[in-house]
């Protein structure tokens, strides 16, 4: 197993989506053979890419493919775009502008969130008079 082998099977069977409803990034390669993913889910996480391999509920669109590798924290997904982006053919505008933008706009922590909501209270009282 080697990540150039990984980056073919991920252009021809993966897919790279942005859930917006869940404010998640999913990275997922869809197989019918269950045995090839869990080879390809060991190897990234050789490398600390955090993924695991799903079935399918039954009753999905496409029965015939019953299993994905499901990468969906950022920070996998990012490092899983920083290995293989350059590796691409199909995907690789579409990769590489995933990982300009996480990289661009990463996502604030907690307290940073209540920090800014913080200073818009007092904006607000301080602009009411």
Same mark, same amino acid.
């Given at each position: ?39 390809? #889910?060991?190897?990234?996480?050789? /490398?600390?890419? +955090?993924?695991? *391999?799903? $079935? &399918?509920?039954?009753? =999905?669109?496409?029965? %015939? ?11 996998? #997904?990012?490092?899983?775009?920083? /290995?293989?982006? +350059?590796?691409? *053919?199909? $995907? &690789?505008?579409?990769? =590489?502008?995933?990982? %300009? ?29």
């Amino acid at each position: 197993m080697n990540l150039d082998y990984i980056a073919g099977f991920f252009d021809g069977e993966g897919s790279l989506t942005y859930n917006r409803a869940g404010k998640q990034w999913l990275v997922k390669i869809a197989q019918s053979e269950r045995a090839v993913l869990d080879e390809i #889910v060991e190897f990234l996480q050789s /490398l600390d890419v +955090h993924c695991s *391999v799903h $079935k &399918k509920p039954f009753g =999905e669109k496409c029965t %015939r493919i019953p299993y994905d590798i499901v990468i969906h924290r950022k920070r996998d #997904v990012c490092k899983f775009l920083g /290995l293989m982006h +350059h590796r691409l *053919v199909v $995907k &690789k505008q579409l990769a =590489e502008d995933y990982y %300009r933008f996480i990289k661009l706009f990463p996502t604030m922590s907690r307290q940073q969130r209540y920090a800014c909501r913080e200073d818009r209270k007092y904006a607000c009282k301080s602009a009411r008079g």
